[in-house]
């Protein structure tokens, strides 16, 4: 999650996984505790004040890509130039929202969302589920702290729910999976919503915890978001045996496997396109091993021309042809 700044495309290569029959719940409940981690990095990024320096950033990433020949100068400059088109994105998001502070309802609403922290994990829930990015909203409200338009407790309220609002894509992907595919989705799910009914109660002592680690708002932001998770996965760790078996309880497989044999190449793959080939690759192994399956069956059915090696060619032919 780290390397791809998404815990996004990590859970949807996870459910692709788990769908695969490559992981189980067990393990995918672990790398989902991991992923709430890694995504904060993005947070810490952010945070620092860097408006002034992207222009290097970019032309330094532009010129490796453009001059090196070799593919590992080209790699880096590639996260030079993109780092470069963060401190971009977040200078313009910052200076965009100054206008903010002049207009009563804004400053209103910022108000509420300070007395009562609840419609603010509601809204930043909400906002994170329509851009399907809890690093954006993250890196919206960090910008908007920068110029004084957010303070601390409201920020941290839409924190935690851009925690919760990043799960929707997830529970949206696991639509026509298998049941260990929909326990994954509604173990992330659980996961960020218990570490927000947890936190919700002591969030004015958490608050003022947080201030203690900074001096400037955007940075106690970004601290607030790397403690929420951290904490939460910690405090997971314990019980992911009892999740497991929780939402085995819930998501019942009704007997069925949750290995998939019908062999369809998972969509969810495309997510991570590096592991995309692993799966055309066994695909392409269980092909051919019903193909060879195929060719003794035809020659045993017609030496012996029994009913049965017929139907039995017959039912392996049906499986190539899906």
């Not at 890694?38 to 860097?50: C, P, Y």
Request: some cysteine; aromatic content about 12%.
């Amino acid at each position: 999650t780290f390397l791809v700044q998404s815990s996004s495309v990590t859970v949807l290569l996870l459910l692709g996984l788990v769908n695969a029959g490559i992981m189980n719940l067990k393990q995918a409940v672990f790398v989902i505790l991991g992923s709430g981690i890694g995504t904060t990095i993005t947070a810490q990024i952010v945070a620092f004040k860097l408006k002034v320096v992207f222009y290097p950033f970019i032309a330094t990433g532009f010129a490796l890509k453009v001059i090196s020949k070799k593919e590992h100068y080209k790699n880096i400059g590639d996260i030079i130039f993109y780092l470069g088109l963060i401190f971009l994105s977040m200078g313009i998001m910052s200076d965009g929202s100054k206008p903010l502070k002049e207009y009563p309802f804004f400053i209103d609403t910022i108000r509420l969302l300070g007395v009562n922290p609840l419609w603010g994990i509601f809204l930043g829930a909400v906002f994170t589920a329509i851009t399907s990015s809890s690093s954006a909203t993250t890196s919206l409200v960090i910008a908007m702290s920068m110029e004084g338009v957010i303070p601390l407790q409201s920020g941290i309220a839409l924190i935690i729910g851009a925690n919760i609002g990043t799960c929707v894509l997830e529970l949206v992907a696991t639509i026509g999976t298998n049941c260990a595919a929909k326990r994954t989705g509604l173990a992330q799910f659980m996961v960020n919503l218990v570490g927000a009914v947890i936190f919700y109660p002591f969030l004015g002592s958490f608050t003022k915890l947080i201030a203690m680690t900074g001096s400037e708002v955007p940075r106690l932001i970004a601290n607030a978001h790397t403690i929420f998770n951290v904490t939460v996965s910690l405090f997971f760790v314990p019980f992911v045996g009892l999740l497991v078996f929780f939402l085995e309880k819930v998501i019942p497989d009704h007997g069925r496997s949750e290995i998939r044999s019908s062999g369809v190449l998972d969509e969810k793959f495309l997510a991570v396109p590096s592991m995309a080939p692993y799966e055309v690759e066994q695909e392409v192994n269980r092909m051919a091993s019903i193909v060879f399956s195929l060719s003794f069956t035809m020659a045993y059915a017609l030496l012996s021309r029994f009913t049965k090696a017929f139907r039995a060619f017959r039912s392996i032919s049906s499986a190539i042809e899906a």
